[in-house]
């Protein structure tokens, strides 16, 4: 979460994230909230893992199901 709040600072794109995590940095002003209307908006989902680094059968099992639901 910190280097996207880094990379959000210098003006490297937008989030949607969860107002908890950014509450401070929206007080301080470093941070703006945009004003949108996304009720019907659409996003795209990237997961990346190293192939090579132990993969806990719990992480397993959620890209697995996450795999199953984004492609239906």
């Known amino acids: 979460?910190?280097?996207?709040?880094?990379?959000?600072?210098?003006?490297?794109?937008?989030?949607?994230?969860?107002?908890?995590?950014?509450?401070?940095?929206?007080?301080?002003?470093?941070?703006?909230?945009?004003?949108w209307n996304i009720q019907d908006a659409e996003t795209s989902v990237i997961m990346i893992w190293h192939a090579q680094k132990w993969c806990s059968p719990l992480l397993a099992q959620f890209l697995k199901l996450s795999e199953e639901l984004i492609s239906n």
């Open 1 to 35: 979460m910190k280097s996207m709040k880094t990379c959000l600072k210098m003006g490297i794109g937008i989030t949607i994230c969860p107002e908890i995590c950014v509450q401070k940095e929206v007080a301080a002003n470093d941070l703006i909230k945009l004003k």
